[in-house]
C-alpha cells in the first residue's frame, strides 16, 4: 500500500517541481479531457485575468467539456492544476490524474 502512495507522491513532486515536459499531459473524464501544455500561455484573455508577476507561471491549455472546446492557461500550486478559463472559470485537477498523451 505505502509502495504505489509513493511512487504517486514522487511522481507529483517530480511534476510540480519540474514544470518541463516533452508532451502534453492530459486528463479524461468520458468524452470530457483537459490538455495541459509546458508552452508558455498566450490568451490575452486569460493573461488579461491575472495579476501581471503571473504571466510566466502560466501554461496553455485547451478543455473539451460536453463537445465544447475551451482556451485555458495553467499552472501547478502544490498537488494540483491550477485553471484559468478564457471566459473567466477556473478549475483545479489533481496532478495525480494527468497522463502522458498516448501516440497512435
Given at each position: 500500500?505505502?509502495?504505489?502512495?509513493?511512487?504517486?507522491?514522487?511522481?507529483?513532486?517530480?511534476?510540480?517541481?519540474?514544470?518541463?515536459?516533452?508532451?502534453?499531459?492530459?486528463?479524461?473524464?468520458?468524452?470530457?479531457?483537459?490538455?495541459?501544455?509546458d508552452a508558455s500561455c498566450k490568451s490575452e484573455l486569460v493573461l488579461?485575468?491575472?495579476?501581471?508577476?503571473?504571466?510566466?507561471?502560466?501554461?496553455?491549455?485547451?478543455?473539451?467539456?460536453?463537445?465544447?472546446?475551451?482556451?485555458?492557461?495553467?499552472?501547478?500550486?502544490?498537488?494540483?492544476?491550477?485553471?484559468?478559463?478564457?471566459?473567466?472559470?477556473?478549475?483545479?485537477?489533481?496532478?495525480?490524474?494527468?497522463?502522458?498523451?498516448?501516440s497512435t
Amino acid at each position: 500500500m505505502k509502495a504505489p502512495a509513493l511512487a504517486a507522491a514522487l511522481a507529483v513532486a517530480a511534476l510540480a517541481s519540474a514544470p518541463t515536459f516533452a508532451q502534453d499531459l492530459i486528463a479524461r473524464q468520458g468524452n470530457d479531457s483537459v490538455r495541459l501544455s509546458d508552452a508558455s500561455c498566450k490568451s490575452e484573455l486569460v493573461l488579461g485575468r491575472l495579476e501581471a508577476g503571473q504571466h510566466e507561471e502560466f501554461h496553455s491549455a485547451t478543455a473539451v467539456f460536453q463537445g465544447q472546446n475551451f482556451v485555458a492557461c495553467w499552472r501547478a500550486m502544490g498537488n494540483v492544476a491550477f485553471l484559468v478559463y478564457e471566459d473567466g472559470d477556473q478549475g483545479v485537477i489533481p496532478l495525480q490524474e494527468l497522463k502522458p498523451e498516448l501516440s497512435t
